[in-house]
Nanobody, 128 residues
């Protein structure tokens, strides 16, 4: 089984960019769908983006569409979340998760319940 491991968080200013990495430990991401979620202070965990390894389909939350990009490396070991034009409301703990479940619609992967393995999270703070 795969264990996602996040890295790349930090403190940035409004308008800055940051790239998060999600490394696969124990297995590769081949055959998984990998998602990014975030949990702002005092709020529920929310979906950010997901990528299906087979075929490369992606989906994004409306709040990040056009600013964030999810991508992968060809070695099947790392998924990235490139975050541009960051805003204070992007401040959150960002989690990477992997799902072995297959569903045709990418909307399926917007729900955290549909993921099997979770990382520990990485803090992103955007100062105004």
């Amino acid at each position: 089984q795969v264990q996602p491991v996040e890295s790349g968080g930090g403190l940035v200013q409004t308008g800055d960019s940051l790239r998060l990495s999600c490394a696969a430990s124990g297995d590769t991401f081949s055959g998984y769908t990998v998602g990014w979620f975030r949990q702002p202070p005092g709020k529920e965990r929310e979906f950010v983006a997901a990528l299906r390894w087979s075929g490369g389909s992606t989906t994004y939350a409306e709040s990040v569409k056009g600013r964030f990009t999810i991508s992968r490396d060809n070695a099947k070991t790392t998924v990235y979340l490139q975050m541009n034009s960051l805003k204070p409301e992007d401040t959150a703990v960002y989690f990477c998760a992997a799902s072995l479940k297959y569903y045709n619609s990418m909307d399926f992967y917007r729900s955290p319940e549909n993921y099997d393995y979770w990382g520990q999270g990485t803090q992103v703070t955007v100062a105004s």
